[in-house]
Antibody, heavy 121, light 106 residues
């Protein structure tokens, strides 16, 4: 099970940290990712991180690179997404999702229920 | 970036009829392709991975096929619970999703 938290309303230029608490599986051996969905739109991959979470094992889509940072605390079974310099176009439901293996080069299953981030003044 | 294009955008189908959804990649993704189902207000659910392998618990009426750049999701006999939006996703070259196909009741 994956449970996201941390979403809310934030002004443009602000910051927010999302969390995803995992249970029911051995968190540390699976890569994890974030996928977002703007209101009424499709799915967009945002970030992924390997099971070990090493500094060279995280990936971000171009539109968020340098602003967002994915990380994980395997001792707490928790995934994070630190979002800085937020823009209106970052408004979306953010889903946490588990990859199939310790490496993220595969599909997402399962997904959390999502947390809504709204960037507006 | 590998761009995924799904067609049609909307598919109107009667219950118990067959639905065929298409997904095209801008470059070869081999068989590194997944399909997801999303109902309103819900998170996506994995249906198919590796282009043709059904995920755990997915009914046999769902089948996937294709390789390279052309892929198909077939629902052999639509049930009421199958009316939803379907997304393809490639994981050969980073991760990208198609824009979705909405399957609606005819």
């Amino acid at each position: 099970q994956l449970l996201e938290s941390g979403g809310g309303l934030v002004e443009p230029g602000g910051s927010l940290r999302l969390s995803c608490a995992a249970s029911g599986f051995t968190f540390s051996i699976y890569a994890m990712g974030w996928v977002r969905q703007a209101p009424g739109k499709g799915l967009e991959w945002v970030s992924s991180i390997s099971g070990s979470g090493g500094s060279g094992d995280s990936y971000h889509t171009d539109s968020v690179r340098g602003r967002f940072s994915i990380s994980r605390d395997n001792s707490r079974n928790t995934l994070y997404l630190q979002m800085n310099s937020l823009r209106a176009e970052d408004t979306a439901v953010y889903y946490c999702a588990k990859h199939y293996t310790t490496s993220p080069n595969n599909w997402f299953d399962p997904w959390g229920q999502g947390t809504l981030v709204t960037v507006s003044s | 970036e590998t761009v995924m294009t799904q067609s049609p955008a909307t598919l109107s189908v009667s219950p118990r009829e067959r639905a065929t959804l298409s997904c095209r990649a801008s470059q070869s993704v081999n068989t590194n392709l997944a399909w997801y189902q999303q109902k309103p207000g819900q998170a996506p659910r994995l249906l198919i991975y590796a282009a043709s392998t059904r995920a755990t618990g997915i009914p046999a009426r769902f089948s996937g096929s294709g390789s390279g750049t052309e892929f198909t999701l077939t629902i052999s006999s639509l049930q009421s619970e199958d009316f939803a939006v379907y997304y393809c996703q490639q994981y050969n070259d980073w991760w990208t999703f198609g824009q979705g196909t909405k399957v609606e009741i005819k």
